[in-house]
């Protein structure tokens, strides 16, 4: 019996193991799928065994392909046999598996709750350790609330070791089972000042993890952080303290008051430079909260952009990125002292290093000036053109558009100049709709709200729908963004046709739009931007029909019109349909009257001899005719005429209540309250406060309630918070040196 | 907060070659293999195209995509390190534990080398286990990670016996086509003890 047993397992011993797997996908090169294809039938078979060596050198193979690529999901039964094997070696396969493989769908998770909580219990550091590993991959709600205990247990273990898992792993706890914190925060707090320096890291990474999501909660561990932060001398503990504290700063000012002399004073004597940023960047984050005491604090504000202005200046190619990044938040509340840098800040925008271009990128907003606008788009603008990733040249465009538009064109001299910057953006080849709407919407912005530019806006636009080379071939696929454009260009050209009218320095235009407008290409374009053009088609023939005053030049012109309008009237789009037939019947009205005006100018003209003695008469019929036609190219103008001004967002706020007019009152008698002895009747007031309910204010209530007492649980125990008093509390004692 | 996906503080950690082969993949919040597979292929492209002495940090890539987190790498010899981090970690902070992480590596594999991490993978997992945990630091101290995965390789080589033989004598026994050998052993018939208190 013994026999068979050592046979069965010597005929696995030449089963492969993770190594011969490696090799043979190493020697299967050409067919690798294949040839693994093979070995996960192996396995497969080899999952069926009952030996758990067996399984668990299966088990770390599919590992390996898990890497892959390949789906394990199958084998999770195996896993969890494979975890609970009494042996390390093959225990801890099983649970690297689950760590790479489980999620929260996994359904044999479940299955694993009483192994792993006997691992976690177990004598063998290791068992517990790997345990413990392992389920930070793939904690879910049910794990969390029936191991919550265990683990809590091991946070006192005597093993460091162990303790210092154990708390990491509290965190995940907490996310998946919240009322697992307020039990176990005792005891998190006390392993704040364990003696083992990787437990108390453990404890302070997950107390600033806690805090980040919740600040407010843990305002009240302030002073014991402070006093871990004079303490202690590891730098990852103190980076994360000093992290905290710039989390917890925006609701305390005070507290950000009593930290700048201590991080400045570990700012000059660290020499450890990820200290070093963090101080920096926990410093700014003081001075923006409380940037109403600017003149004090000066002087930090100098330190901090002197010390960054180091990092940017130095050759490591990290720090220039970090100070950079710093400056940025800098920037927002002391635009000031970051504009002082403006030089320092260009000369990275030529950096070979693209993640540092795009952080001096963002620093431009605050370093454009009316002076420097011109000089800083045009090169911006030949950086678009080196650009290699799309994702820079997206953003370059982003910001060229930002920094010219910013503060309602505050910085911009000259409006025909950024009018051709945009132009000279939409040129560019395979921009993405995003960017290209970008464009449109400054065109249409600049040409509403600036009357002075709209002559050559037009003109620049009409020059754009004559002249573009949209591709027609591949459906305009390469230039997505350019129809975003056309869009704007047709609306340009149908709303201010009067400037496209010829004058002492160009030829009129508006004949040559027109006919660009209608184009086979057009046809391809999508809906929005078909309905667009066609319509304001109608306005810039609406505005020739006004200029022209030979008859039979303004017939020709409408028949003309009706003839290409025709192209659109089929369209599967129902806007580009609705807007083609409405045109068109209108045109056909108009060519009617048109004609028949011009018909009975013509009959007068040739009447004249019959009717000789209604000379007046004839011209009258003449005159008339002229003017039918006046009035009829009046009326349709007519359809187009006023200004459309931009609106202020606040605008309708300033309209005066016209008289009489109660907004809150009701407009119909509410209903009948419904008869049940256990509704109250609803009683209404007509006037303002009539529809508002008090109801949602005792829940609010409620739950301030409720905080406040767990709050009070978490400091009620410590006498050295004294943090909410008036004084100040009993800070100013301690020493932080 | 049930429902709230877990942020993970290091989302990833990834160790591939020049080509971009993965050599080992960790993801600290769910993704589907093939998703997975793809996000490498994608921050392998981001982080290949990279001059050397630039800054090792990226942003751009579906793993970041418009939030919080941003890539910090490192290149070694032929293997890329790429922590995909949140802001809650320092960047040089990060910097400093790859740092750590390979000089570990080092330590436990004598003088490592690609093929060490290509053919101990489950090691190297081991390894990362002491200094990452779900994604949160753990440790940062080398001879402490190393102390620790020492033991655990005492813990496994004292647990062997005959199902755990090194490859030397695995690769000896399959040399000797021992699986015939077997089927060919005839099994001589036991004495039956009921025969001899008759």
Not at chain 1, 277 to 294: F, K, Q
Not at chain 1, 543 to 567: M, P
Not at chain 2, 146 to 172: D, I
Request: charged share 25%; with cysteine.
């Amino acid at each position: 019996m013994a026999l068979v047993r050592v046979k069965g397992v010597l005929d696995h011993v030449l089963d492969k193991n993770l190594q011969d797997l490696v090799r043979g996908i190493r020697n299967h090169k050409d067919t690798e799928g294949k040839y693994i294809s093979e070995c996960i039938e192996e396995i497969k078979q080899e999952l069926k065994q009952e030996s758990l060596v067996v399984k668990a050198n299966a088990i770390n193979k599919l590992v390996y392909l898990q890497m892959l690529g390949y789906d394990i999901s199958w084998a999770g039964f195996n896993i969890v046999e494979v975890m609970s094997s009494p042996k390390f070696t093959f225990k801890r396969i099983g649970y690297l598996a689950a760590s790479q493989s489980f999620h929260d769908g996994t359904d044999v998770i479940m299955l694993t709750t009483n192994l792993v909580r006997k691992d976690l219990n177990s004598t063998n550091t290791y068992d517990a350790g790997v345990a413990l590993s392992s389920l930070s991959c793939f904690m879910t709600g049910d794990l969390a609330h029936d191991l919550a205990n265990d683990i809590m247990v091991l946070m006192t273990s005597t093993k460091p070791y162990l303790r210092k898992k154990a708390v990491l792993l509290m965190y995940k706890v907490f996310l998946r089972f919240p009322d697992s914190l307020k039990p176990a925060f005792g005891r998190l707090k006390e392993k704040l000042e364990d003696p083992d320096p990787g437990v108390q890291s453990a404890a302070v990474n997950v107390i600033c993890e806690l805090a980040r999501k919740n600040p407010q909660n843990y305002l009240s561990l302030a002073p014991l952080f402070f006093k871990l932060m004079t303490t202690s001398t590891n730098n990852w503990v103190l980076i994360k303290i000093i992290k905290l504290f710039g989390a917890l700063i925006p609701l305390e000012p005070r507290l950000g008051k009593k930290l700048i002399e201590p991080l400045t004073n570990l700012i000059h004597s660290t020499s450890a430079m990820s200290l070093l940023y963090e101080c920096i960047n926990t410093v700014i984050a003081v001075l923006i909260s409380i940037s109403s005491g600017l003149q004090n604090h000066a002087t930090s504000v100098q330190l901090c952009v002197q010390k960054l202005q180091i990092l940017i200046e130095d050759s490591d190619q990290n720090l220039k990125y970090l100070g950079l990044l710093a400056m940025t938040k800098i920037l927002k509340t002391h635009p000031k002292s970051v504009q002082a840098h403006k030089e320092l800040i260009m000369q990275c925008l030529d950096d070979k290093d693209e993640s540092i271009r795009l952080r001096a990128l963002s620093l431009l907003y605050g370093m454009v000036s009316k002076k420097n606008l011109m000089e800083i788009v045009k090169k911006l603008i030949v950086h678009m053109e080196k650009a290699e990733g799309a994702h820079y040249r997206d953003e370059l465009l982003s910001k060229i558009i930002g920094i010219c538009s910013q503060n309602d064109y505050r910085f911009i001299t000259n409006f025909e100049w950024y009018v051709s910057v945009l132009v000279e953006l939409a040129a560019h080849k395979g921009m993405k709709p995003a960017q290209g709407r970008a464009i449109a919407n400054q065109l249409l912005d600049v040409a509403i709200r600036v009357q002075q530019v709209r002559r050559f806006a037009a003109r620049q636009m009409s020059l754009l729908l004559r002249n573009h080379t949209f591709d027609k071939q591949r459906g305009g696929g390469g230039s997505a963004g350019l129809v975003e454009v056309l869009y704007a260009a047709a609306w340009i050209c149908g709303e201010f046709a009067v400037c496209l009218a010829g004058d002492e320095e160009s030829e009129d235009a508006r004949r040559a739009t027109l006919e660009a407008m209608s184009l086979p290409y057009v046809l391809q374009l999508p809906g929005e931007v078909q309905a667009v053009f066609v319509h304001n088609q109608v306005k810039l023939y609406a505005n020739l029909l006004l200029a022209e005053s030979d008859a039979e030049e303004r017939v020709a012109l409408t028949t003309e019109l009706l003839t290409r309008l025709e192209q659109f009237v089929h369209s599967e789009d129902l806007e580009v349909q609705e807007r083609a037939v409405c045109a068109h019947q209108l045109l056909k009205c108009t060519a009617k009257a048109l004609r028949q005006a011009a018909a009975s100018k013509t009959a007068a003209i040739f009447d004249v001899g019959d009717v000789a003695t209604e000379d007046g008469a004839g011209s009258t019929a003449e005159a008339d005719g002229d003017a039918v036609i006046d009035r009829v190219a009046k009326e349709l103008s007519g359809l187009f005429a006023g200004e459309l001004n931009p609106v202020a967002p606040k605008a309708q706020r300033k309209v005066p209540l016209p008289e009489g007019l109660d907004l809150d009152a009701w407009i119909n008698e509410p209903p009948a309250p419904p008869k049940s002895e256990f509704d109250e009747p609803v009683k209404r007031k007509s006037g303002k406060s009539s529809g508002r309910k008090k109801e949602p204010e005792a829940a609010v209530s409620a739950t301030v309630g409720a905080s406040a007492s767990g709050a009070t649980n978490y400091s009620s125990s410590d006498p050295t918070v004294a943090w909410g008093g008036a004084s100040g509390g009993g800070f100013e004692q301690k020493e932080y040196h | 907060a049930l429902s709230e996906p877990l942020k993970a503080m290091i989302k990833a950690i990834l160790i591939f070659n020049n080509h971009g082969k993965p050599r080992l993949t960790k993801f600290y919040m769910h993704y589907a293999e093939d998703e997975q597979q793809q996000v490498i292929r994608e921050t392998f492209q981001l982080v290949s195209k990279r001059d050397d002495n630039v800054c090792n940090f990226l942003e751009g890539g579906t793993l970041i995509g418009g939030q919080d987190y941003r890539l910090i790498y490192r290149h070694y010899a032929t293997l890329y390190f790429v922590f995909c981090v949140d802001s809650s970690e320092s960047e040089l902070g990060i910097l400093d534990l790859i740092q750590v992480f390979v000089e570990t590596l080092d330590k436990c594999f004598e003088n490592v080398c690609e093929l060490d991490l290509i053919f101990h993978m489950d090691r190297v997992h081991c390894i990362l286990n002491e200094l990452v945990m779900g994604g949160m630091v753990l440790e940062t101290n080398m001879n402490e990670i190393v102390a620790r995965f020492e033991e655990q390789q005492k813990l496994q080589k004292s647990e062997s016996g005959f199902s755990a033989m090194p490859n030397r004598a695995v690769s000896t026994v399959r040399d000797m086509n021992l699986s015939q050998k077997l089927r060919d052993i005839k099994i001589p018939d036991m004495p039956s003890f009921s025969s001899l208190y008759q």
